[in-house]
């Protein structure tokens, strides 16, 4: 439905008078309290959506820190012991000539976790002041967020694998780290910061975006 005059205005659910369970997806009229399919219970919008966002946002980054500054990965053999930090494990390998294994830790390990704090807290100041980009791009942005965040536990599991796999006794051993239970608690957090987003209210920031557009 669209604003006579204004072809490219869509109007939402909520100026409608329509809310949208957010467990099924299922539309009921406004003021009902819950889902008749589901039982989920219905709001226009999380009310506290941005205070839980940050709040898991900056445990994140906390936990973050340390699983840079900690050994990822031990390794203990007959006569020696090496431990490795994700970024020295990296350089490690980029001396030995792996240069793939290295850029595919890197980038799943420090460009992507990077690149999702800072996604989603533009994602969360851009509802609160004036943004730039379109509704469009940033359900975009918002939805790249969300699906990446499923491929964000791939180094713990290959710790778990290894240390699994290599363990002979005395003579060689892989150990997971202090850095994989921090790294695993910032992707926990990090994914928790994602799905408290209200991706909802982006369409109330567009809609008082083109309000205050038009008034001035």
Not at 144 to 168: C, E, K, N, P, T
Request: hydrophobic letters at 50%; aromatic letters at 12%.
């Amino acid at each position: 439905m669209e604003f006579a005059g204004q072809p490219d205005r869509i109007l939402s659910a909520k100026e409608l008078g329509l809310v949208s369970c957010t467990r099924c997806a299922q539309v009921w009229p406004e003021g009902t309290e819950h889902c008749g399919r589901c039982g989920h219970r219905l709001s226009q919008r999380d009310a506290h959506s941005l205070q839980k966002v940050w709040a898991f946002w900056i445990v994140g980054i906390m936990a973050y820190i340390p699983a840079n500054l900690y050994p990822m990965l031990q390794t203990r053999t007959l006569f020696f012991v090496q431990e490795n930090t994700i970024i020295g494990g990296a350089v490690e390998l980029i001396e030995y000539g792996s240069w793939v294994v290295a850029l595919i830790i890197l980038f799943a390990s420090v460009a992507i976790p990077i690149g999702k704090f800072v996604a989603i807290a533009y994602l969360a100041i851009s509802v609160q002041y004036r943004s730039t980009a379109s509704y469009r791009q940033r359900h975009i942005l918002y939805e790249v967020v969300d699906y990446i965040g499923r491929w964000s536990m791939i180094d713990i599991f290959v710790v778990a694998i290894m240390s699994s796999l290599v363990q002979l006794n005395t003579l060689a051993a892989v150990n997971p780290g202090k850095a994989s239970l921090y790294f695993a608690l910032s992707v926990i957090f990090t994914m928790l910061s994602a799905q408290a987003f209200d991706s909802r209210l982006i369409w109330d920031a567009q809609a008082q975006e083109e309000g205050t557009s038009r008034n001035d």
